[in-house]
């Protein structure tokens, strides 16, 4: 029985980058567009069953609703789960959870870096489809929803002994505070001299302290974006990287794409390599904030020490082009 999960992001693509920055702009009526899209895509590939987060702002149920009428096969395929709802990120790793534990092949996801991060703190083993609607956009492709769909509905049909060429391992950043595992990022990780969460979203380089990668390229945005103009690690590469930033002195300017239409000149120094076997510590000044892939999520206190690690035990992805090949005649 090929089971699927999408979990869409109501409150992607709306932080305050979209005010000071040039950010695309998603809208709710375009993300019920797109899981219509992923659930006639899905039910054709031969999905069974595909379960949906439900969200205050009804993004499921509306795209469900407007299917009855045109594409009934794919409407009655859609399970809402039942679960609360908070209106927060907790709701995204609460259903990759409850997903997984009533068997998903795989979670398709609507939103930025960040979305995909709290899934995958639930999802576990389960591999992710991420579909890009978010303001940051390393990780998620900017995928047509029917052939994510597609793409999922066949994965989910495959034997699980052909699955493993189909999918590809991420890596993760573990931040340890006091010892203690804190929280991961997928992207990046950034130390910012401030004492308070305020708006999650980070667009501006000032106070900014330390910045650790899991992959930097030049092409890339957001804070991964300063290591990528500084050195490249690429995806391939096993490592990742930190960054010391500094005000004055001696350092290597570079200028990035911390956000769309937001580009800053940073001054960086002290590479470190990052791999599992060298935690990179964070930087001493306290208090501080953390954020990960681009919001404000840790508070460190003047008597708490934290240090990055590099895990190369991340996430699976599904790698749509393998799927849809996989169906062609040999």
Known sequence: MGKIGIIANPASGKDIRRLVGQ??????????????????????????????????????KQS???????????????????MPVTDSGKDS?????????????????????????????????I????????????????VEGTIAGMAAGIFSRMPVEKRGVMVERQKRIDV?????????????AAVIDNQYIGSRAVWKPESLLQVAVTQASPDNIGFTSIIGRYRTVRDIDPFGGSVIIKENGKCYAVQAAIGPGLIYEVCVDDYQQLDPEKPAAVIEKRPCVIALDGEREIV??????????????????????KVLESTQPE
């Open 23 to 60: 950010a695309l702009v998603i809208g709710n009526q375009e993300k019920i567009n797109i899981v219509k899209r992923i659930l006639v895509g899905a039910q054709s590939a031969g999905a069974d069953e595909i379960l949906l987060m439900p969200d205050f702002f009804g993004i499921g």
């Open 64 to 82: 469900v609703r407007d299917l009855r009428k045109s594409f009934p096969e794919a409407a009655d395929r859609a399970v809402f789960l039942e």
């Open 93 to 125: 790793t609460a259903a990759a959870r409850m997903m997984g534990e009533l068997g998903a092949d795989c979670i398709l996801t609507l939103g930025g870096d960040g979305t995909v991060r709290v899934v995958a703190k639930g999802s576990g083993e």
């Open 127 to 142: 591999p992710l489809i991420p579909i890009s609607t978010g303001t940051n956009n390393v990780i998620p492709a900017f």
């Open 176 to 188: 340890f505070v006091n010892g203690k595992l804190a929280d991961i990022a997928l992207v990046d």
């Open 300 to 321: 460190l206190r003047k008597q708490d020490s934290a240090e990055f690690v590099l895990d190369l035990e991340g996430p699976y992805f599904v790698n749509i082009s």
